[in-house]
């Protein structure tokens, strides 16, 4: 297995074919999607197509990454950078299973994203977070992210956050 980013506690690697039993139990969790506006997956072949079309590895050198734990290769969620041609924009995003909140993970793999994003030389990351998901926000800061501007989504409050790499 090629993992693209190790931390301290973390291994990061690409999706395959092979998680979308685990794609599919990460979002069928009600409180781990709640403040993403994504649906569940209907089913385990649903989460098999996501991942078959999924095309951000391939196009732009990026995109969401399975987070392992390093000591025992756990997969505990996902977390990378996502590259919006629209906007011309990255999006760094992270989900963990509810098991692993509040552990310092997400912080640490978000970190890890942002220095890859400095090596392959992307100059600003942005994300967005529901304003009542004070567990996102918070984690956006801790890894030196700036509120710019605040808006509806999905019928909610969303933060938005920007960081510029130097």
């Known amino acids: 297995m090629e993992y693209h980013i190790k931390t301290h506690h973390l291994k990061m690697r ?4 092979n998680d979308a ?5 990460l979002n069928n969790n009600p409180k781990v999607i709640q403040y993403t506006g994504d649906p569940p997956f209907e089913s385990i072949d649903s989460a098999k197509a996501f ?6 590895y391939k196009l732009y050198n990026v995109g969401r990454w399975v987070v392992e734990l390093k000591e025992d290769s756990t997969a505990i969620g996902w977390c990378g950078l996502k590259y919006h041609p629209k906007e011309d924009e990255y999006d760094i995003g992270f989900r963990l299973f509810e098991h692993y909140w509040g552990k ?5 793999a978000a970190e890890a994203c942002l220095s890859f994003a400095k090596k392959i030389g992307i100059t600003r990351v942005v994300a967005h977070a529901m304003k009542d998901n004070l567990a996102s926000i918070q984690v956006l800061k801790k890894i030196g992210m700036k509120i710019y501007s605040q808006g509806e989504m999905n019928g909610n409050t969303a933060v938005y956050f920007e960081y510029h790499i130097i």
């Open 104 to 108: 310092g993970y997400a912080t640490e």
């Open 14 to 17: 690409k999706l395959n074919i």
């Open 51 to 56: 991942i078959l079309n999924y095309d951000q």
């Open 21 to 25: 039993s685990f794609m599919y139990e």
